[in-house]
């Protein structure tokens, strides 16, 4: 079993490490709010450090999971940063959601310190990390990610490497540009057959099964339909990865014009109260248009 430290404990990364802990690996957790640090070590038998260079401490992996470029930089190469606590050999594996830009630059900076890096963003929400089922798109070194893949285990169900470092941030930005697109397919469909006077259940059973079947119809189709959206990633969180994935666009000459669309469109949610709405709360925006 190895030593580990876990970097960042929100909704996805404290069920995360909490997996790692019970698959036998010695934890050791950091957090900024310094008590959910506290209840998760107590609740998994682990320890936890008052900074990220403190929690990294003796660790032969380091996995993180924070909120953005900003959040990352600060826990790696900040005032007590991870970086300036690990040994040459020790692996970095990044689980935040962040651009090829700052994996690139922090690749680097780990490669002159003599550590590896690997960008690995999730995809699978809150329940897939809480299940342990989440799909992991990762870019690196492939000696470095065989090395942390048995690791990743612990909360993955699908890991895979892309490529060099910064495929797994490209990968995870296709994912939220065909997640986007769904779920304004699946907000009009459904908005479309309350209008018609239809029963939305009846027609996503029938529909469900043929090619307009999706993920995001299977498990979001009857909140939906209820008007709750406290069931998955928030819209404030896929604002930011659309950002990112919109500015990575015009750098390399791609056309994203109905991203662009849904993105705004995320905009109007959030001016309505819902960023911390999950993301199929689109329908809701449909919903106020009357």
């Not at 900074?51 to 996995?63: C, E, K, N, S």
């Not at 009009?188 to 209008?195: D, Q, V």
Request: negative net charge; glycine residues 14%.
């Amino acid at each position: 079993m190895a030593k580990v430290a876990f970097l960042g404990l929100g909704v996805m990364g404290y069920p995360m490490a909490g997996h790692l802990a019970k698959a036998g690996h010695d934890v050791c957790v950091f957090n900024r709010t310094t008590a959910k640090a506290e209840a998760w070590a107590k609740e998994n038998g682990g320890r936890f450090g008052a900074t990220p260079q403190d929690a990294v401490a003796g660790a032969d992996f380091v996995m993180c999971c924070v909120g953005n470029d900003d959040d990352l930089r600060q826990v790696c190469v900040g005032d007590s940063g991870a970086f300036s606590g690990m040994s040459e050999d020790t692996i970095f594996v990044d689980h935040t959601t962040v651009s090829a830009k700052v994996t690139a630059e922090l690749y680097t900076e780990a490669k002159t310190r003599g550590i590896s890096f690997v960008d690995g963003p999730v995809s699978g929400g809150q329940a897939g990390a809480e299940n342990g089922v989440l799909s992991i798109m990762c870019g690196g070194d492939q000696q470095t990610f065989d090395a942390a893949e048995p690791l990743m285990q612990a909360y993955g169900r699908s890991i895979k490497r892309l490529g060099e470092s910064g495929a797994g941030q490209l990968t995870k930005m296709v994912n939220q540009i065909c997640i986007a697109g769904l779920v304004q397919g699946l907000s009009e469909g459904l908005h479309f057959a309350e209008k018609a006077g239809l029963d939305g259940r009846a027609v996503v059973d029938v529909i469900a099964g043929g090619a307009a079947g999706s993920w995001q119809m299977a498990n979001r189709y009857e909140t939906m339909i209820d008007d709750e959206f406290e069931h998955g990633f928030a819209v404030d969180w896929m604002r930011k990865d659309l950002g990112i994935c919109l500015d990575t666009a015009d750098e390399v000459g791609a056309s994203l014009p109905v991203t662009a669309l849904v993105d705004q469109f995320y905009k109007d949610v959030q001016k309505l109260g819902g960023g911390r709405w999950d993301t199929s709360s689109l329908i809701k925006r449909l919903r106020a248009m009357g």
